[in-house]
């Protein structure tokens, strides 16, 4: 399966599973190629036919991307050189997680949450300690009793009770043997941001030359804080007071049509604000729902509140 089929079969299954989902990018060297939101959530997706393919800046810039539009970064993925992606499976890449194309349908469509992650080491699965502990306490099983029928140390079973991951074949066995559901599923979309992580991203990706500085360092000195992108199809995420900006900086009027209306279809979908930054000052209010703002004007503000204000002016 090549990457627009596989994309196009991503887009499908999410409609299918009552997600809105965002125009088609046709970006190259993007971190993301499809936004997806239903009700309260918001996945921001890069799909991979070899997930090798997604590499340690990619991820960097799509979990911080996902983080400022309040969403979820998932890869979509059929194998990597070392083999199909098993499906029922969650993969951890560079701190992102990998899913199979059936294992997202599953989980999306049919309510069946994937059970196993991969780690180093093998596949695991995550174990509900006060059940087990519940279990066994009840029925008067011993903890070397119960390390003897599974095979594993009386420690280990203390440490399952106290909520450590257990290899699948362990697992099973003790859930065999106790004839209960110790098995917790996975929830892929419950990822935690560490603040301090995305900072230090933040820091090294901000570290290269921005598309535009000049506009850049103005944003900054009205009060936002803003984050240059270089794998998205806008420019910068701006950020003040809670109200986002999709910042796009174009000088090639021929490729700001598209860049436009993929940023203003993104805005919609997000719910954020979506603004183009022009360095000439022939070009219209407004291309392709995306308002348009010349560097000129943009010199001449002085507020933050006056950006939103041009804004939504020009966003009609």
């Known amino acids: 399966m090549n990457r627009l089929l596989l994309l196009d079969n991503v887009r499908e299954m999410l409609v299918k599973s009552g997600f809105e989902v965002s125009d088609e990018i046709f970006e190259r060297m993007i971190c993301f190629d499809v936004i997806a939101r239903r009700d309260k959530t ?83 699965v995550k174990i509900d300690g006060d059940i087990l502990k519940k279990v066994r306490e009840s029925r008067g099983i011993s903890l070397g009793t119960l390390a003897d029928a599974v095979g594993v140390s009386r420690r280990a079973i203390q440490m399952y009770e106290n909520g450590m991951n257990a290899m699948v074949d362990v697992a099973v066995r003790l859930q065999n043997y106790l004839n209960e559901p110790i098995i917790k599923p996975c929830k892929p979309f419950e990822s935690e941001y560490n603040p301090e992580e995305l900072e230090n991203i933040k820091s090294e990706l901000g570290a290269k030359e921005p598309s535009d500085r000049e506009v850049i360092e103005h944003l900054k000195v009205l009060g936002y804080e803003v984050f240059p992108t270089q794998r998205s199809p806008f420019d910068a995420i701006t950020a003040n007071q809670k109200i986002l900006i999709l910042t796009g900086i174009e000088d090639k009027s021929k ?62």
Do not use: C, W
């Open 42 to 124: 918001l996945l921001v997706i890069k799909v991979q036919v070899n997930i090798d393919s997604f590499n340690k800046y990619s991820a960097m810039e799509l979990k911080v991307v996902s983080n400022f539009l309040d969403g979820f970064p998932l890869v979509i993925g059929n194998h990597s050189g070392v083999g199909q992606i098993q499906d029922g499976a969650i993969y951890i890449r560079y701190g992102i997680p990998i899913m199979s194309p059936q294992t997202i349908f599953d989980y999306l469509v049919d309510d069946k949450p994937p059970l196993i992650f991969a780690a180093p080491g093998g596949f695991f």
């Open 255 to 316: 490729s700001l049509k598209h860049r436009a209306k993929v940023i203003h279809n993104i805005s919609q979908l997000t719910d954020k604000h979506s603004v183009f930054i022009v360095r000439k000052s022939d070009f219209k209010q407004n291309i392709e729902g995306t308002p348009i703002i010349a560097l000129h004007e943009l010199k001449t503000i002085d507020d933050f509140n006056e950006i939103i204000e041009l804004i939504a002016e020009r966003a009609v």
